[in-house]
């Protein structure tokens, strides 16, 4: 038997056959073709998407145990009803029943940062770890929470907002309408606006000279760079931005004392040169260090796939 996961976003539908220990057999990827269209436009181009890659591996229906579906909001798990979506038409949508009026695999929902996270915990870098975190850092912060193996989204299905504690009472405004929101400091979108600033304030950092002077050419890797060439503006940021990352990931450990914490995301990449001075940070200050067991804290293994392995393993 194999599974089928499905990472819905606004540009594209990743779908992905995996077997029952969470290896992705294969992958496609095609056009959600969201902006224009309704609900069931969308929740078409996720049933044929489905099919196809049955079809095409030559297996029918019956080979498959479930098709698991990741979606960018809230949904109704248990019935299989989306609640509320970003970029895509989905608002209100009984995606189980119109899945149901069109094959006889069933389908289970999450939020896709849960799936992703899920995905890392079954085939990724927390394999074989019961309770983990994935943080992701991109235009947000996003992620999702694993204990004992499971997905915790609350009661309500809301749960694992990874960006919307306040870490700066009163601070920036963040797109919730909160202030001080731990993504407003933490998230790839923070640092490059951190780096911008300091860019303008020192006109003559290595910053400058990397985007040719022109702040839109500015990315999440900027800063890490310049500051490898030894610019201490950069540093400044990077140090910075090291703190901000490792409050939040500090209430983390300290609320949830996971085995594991994962990031994931465009800044991540950074891998060891981001990781080293955050683990150091996180080991001094989290509640009871050097007197208990440490979270560990890697990176994520998975990157895209992540979503449609965790989606498959619902």
């Known amino acids: 038997m194999y599974r089928i996961g499905i990472d819905l976003g606004g540009i594209n539908i990743a779908c992905g056959l995996v077997d029952n220990d969470g290896n992705l057999v294969c992958k496609r990827s095609v056009p959600t073709f969201a902006e224009g269209n309704d609900g069931a436009a969308v929740a078409a181009g996720m049933v044929n998407a489905a099919l196809n890659i049955i079809g095409e591996n030559g297996l029918?229906?019956?080979?498959?145990?479930?098709?698991?579906?990741?979606?960018?909001?809230?949904?109704?798990?248990?019935?299989?009803?989306?609640?509320?979506?970003?970029?895509v038409p989905l608002d209100g949508f009984?995606?189980?029943?119109?899945?149901?009026?069109?094959t006889s695999v069933p389908i289970r929902l999450d939020n896709d940062?849960?799936?992703?996270?899920?995905?890392?915990?079954?085939?990724?870098?927390a394999k074989g770890v019961k309770n983990c975190i994935t943080v992701t850092l991109g235009t947000g912060v996003g992620g999702g929470?694993?204990?004992?193996?499971?997905?915790?989204?609350g009661f309500n299905f809301a749960g694992g907002e990874m960006g919307h504690m306040v870490t700066h009472l009163g601070g920036r405004l963040c797109g919730c309408g909160r202030r001080g929101c731990f993504e407003t400091y933490a998230s790839a979108t923070a640092i490059i606006n951190d780096t911008r600033e300091a860019m303008r304030q020192h006109p003559e950092s290595k910053i400058s000279e990397l985007v040719g002077g022109d702040p839109d050419k500015v990315n999440g890797k900027t800063v890490f760079d310049a500051a490898e060439m030894g610019d201490e503006t950069a540093k400044q940021v990077v140090e910075n931005y090291i703190v901000?990352?490792?409050?939040?990931i500090v209430n983390y450990v300290n609320i949830f004392q996971p085995e594991v914490i994962l990031l994931g995301g465009g800044i991540a990449n950074q891998g060891e040169k981001l990781l080293v001075p955050l683990r150091q940070y996180v080991g001094t200050y989290s509640y009871g260090a050097g007197l208990i067991p440490a979270t560990k804290i890697l990176k994520a293994a998975l990157g895209n796939d992540a979503g449609i392995i965790g989606a498959a393993m619902l």
Do not use: H, Q
């Open 60 to 87: 029918e229906e019956s080979d498959i145990s479930v098709i698991g579906i990741g979606i960018p909001g809230a949904v109704d798990r248990d019935r299989g009803f989306v609640i509320r979506t970003a970029n």
């Open 94 to 102: 009984d995606l189980a029943a119109f899945f149901a009026e069109r």
């Open 113 to 125: 940062a849960n799936c992703a996270a899920l995905g890392e915990a079954v085939a990724g870098a």
């Open 145 to 153: 929470i694993i204990i004992d193996g499971k997905i915790y989204s």
């Open 244 to 248: 901000e990352l490792g409050d939040g």
